[in-house]
């Protein structure tokens, strides 16, 4: 039975991702310092395991690293807002700890290496279709540290010790640890609570990735030749869309769910937020075969069964669905 270690495994896409390796049959350990919680995780399952731990801690990582075939490396500080913490906290987590992991991992005989970059490397970009080629334009510490280190991975990579980078798009969508601080489930939040979505900005483009399909990736990606990966960067990504236009599906998909909310109205107000870049996802299909499955609309939908069977209380005041909130309010250092 192959071992499988998600740093970071009790974050948004962890939550998901960790019960369906269980379901492949893999046994699976979560790592993770469980700032948001961890009771929805899959405690009862026999081949699960949570440590709670932080990567800068690399004694620890090594001693959950022994015996384990592969690491998906999902923790960090995230996302882009995080600008607004204290920059030392971003520094030590998401790139100070990054090349001592990627150590301790080779040195206790992974043999394959996953890491979660993110399509933000790109900044702002007018090219109708940002390749994975295309210059990193960092915008805030975020992407830039995810940029940075790519490379520190790579540099590191042997036959034994197979690396790859997936750049994501904007996830999306229902998991077990909610984030409603992404664009889409943020204005299916603003749409089914307070029956009116505000729009910052509306212009820039945004590629976007339903949660469940980024977890098909990553299981793509433990299962397929290492040698059709070893070395390689993915973007990852299915919709491009404007904000203005997101903002559309979540009012037509909300109206059809919540009929009694009657018109949702939209409205627009200026941003200082200029991120804007469309991505091209076909590396990863032509090279791996993975191709998305499930739409913003699908997303959208998901989030508001979520809401009408209760599973998202207080989604607009309670801290535990917004990732910098959190942790400010922890005082995360």
Do not use: W
């Not at 929805?40 to 690293?65: C, E, S, W, Y």
């Not at 990627?102 to 399509?119: D, E």
């Amino acid at each position: 039975m192959k071992h499988i270690v998600v740093t970071g495994g009790a974050g948004y896409v962890g939550s998901l991702l960790c019960p369906q390796l269980l379901e492949l049959g893999y046994r699976v350990t979560a790592f993770d310092t469980c700032f948001f919680g961890e009771s929805f995780l899959p405690h009862k399952h026999q081949n699960f395991r949570l440590v709670r731990g932080d990567i800068r801690d690399t004694n620890a990582l090594a001693r959950v690293f022994s015996g384990a075939n592969i690491v998906i490396n999902l923790a960090c500080i995230s996302n882009d807002a995080s600008f607004e913490l204290d920059e030392r906290l971003s520094t030590s987590v998401n790139l100070d700890a990054f090349e001592p992991m990627v150590m301790a991992a080779k040195s206790a005989g992974v043999s394959r290496f996953i890491y979660a970059s993110s399509s933000s490397v790109y900044g702002v970009s007018d090219q109708p279709n940002v390749t994975e080629d295309h210059p990193l334009v960092p915008l805030t510490l975020y992407n830039k540290y995810k940029g940075m280190c790519e490379p520190l991975l790579f540099r590191h990579m042997t036959d034994e010790f197979v690396c790859t980078v997936i750049r994501p798009a904007t996830l999306c969508g229902y998991a077990p640890r909610q984030r409603l601080d992404l664009s889409v489930n943020i204005l299916t939040n603003l749409a089914v609570n307070k029956g009116q979505i505000t729009v910052f900005g509306g212009a820039q483009l945004r590629p976007n990735l339903h949660i469940q399909d980024m977890c098909d990736a990553y299981k793509t990606f433990i299962e397929i030749d290492p040698a059709r990966i070893q070395g390689q960067i993915f973007n990852c990504g299915f919709e491009n869309q404007s904000i203005a236009d997101l903002a559309v599906v979540v009012k037509r998909v909300v109206e059809r769910e919540f009929p009694d909310l009657g018109d949702i109205a939209i409205s627009t107000t200026p941003s200082n937020d200029n991120r804007s870049y469309h991505i091209n996802s076909e590396k990863i299909q032509r090279i791996t075969g993975f191709k998305p499955k499930h739409s913003v609309e699908d997303a959208v939908a998901d989030l508001c069964r979520a809401f009408k069977a209760g599973l998202l209380p207080n989604s607009i005041d309670d801290d535990c669905y917004y990732n910098v909130r959190t942790l400010k309010a922890i005082q995360a250092a």
